[in-house]
Nanobody
Framework: QVQLVESGGGSVQSGGSLRLSCVVSGDIYSMSYMGWFRQAPGKEREGVAAIDSGGSRDYADSVKGRFTISQDKAKNTLYLQMNSLKPEDTAMYYC???????????????WGMGTQVTVSS
């Protein structure tokens, strides 16, 4: 069984930074492909960033140049560094993992419970 636990969310002002973490436990091979997603109230879940087993990264256009996804396999941890945050980045952020690369599509098999990010203007 795989468990993903996110942390690092919080409230920041516009232009601020946060770093989200996602610790994976259980079958670590299920974290071969991972991603960060977000969902704002009343909106569909959207892909923010994803990373494949070779370290290649994909980003949503809305976060390119501001967010960076990274992975420390020795610590079984996925990160999302978020800089230059905007009010429209406000959402619940989730990490996801699978043995298949789903790019930014929310089809990953394993999900965390999420961490809230709130950006005020």
């Amino acid at each position: 069984q795989v468990q993903l636990v996110e942390s690092g969310g919080g409230s920041v002002q516009s232009g601020g930074s946060l770093r989200l973490s996602c610790v994976v436990s259980g079958d670590i091979y299920s974290m071969s492909y991972m991603g960060w997603f977000r969902q704002a109230p009343g909106k569909e879940r959207e892909g923010v960033a994803a990373i494949d087993s070779g370290g290649s990264r994909d980003y949503a256009d809305s976060v390119k140049g501001r967010f960076t996804i990274s992975q420390d396999k020795a610590k079984n941890t996925l990160y999302l560094q978020m800089n230059s945050l905007k009010p429209e980045d406000t959402a619940m952020y989730y990490c996801a993992a699978d043995r298949i690369y789903w790019w930014l599509s929310p089809n990953y098999r394993y999900w965390g419970m999420g961490t809230q990010v709130t950006v005020s203007s």
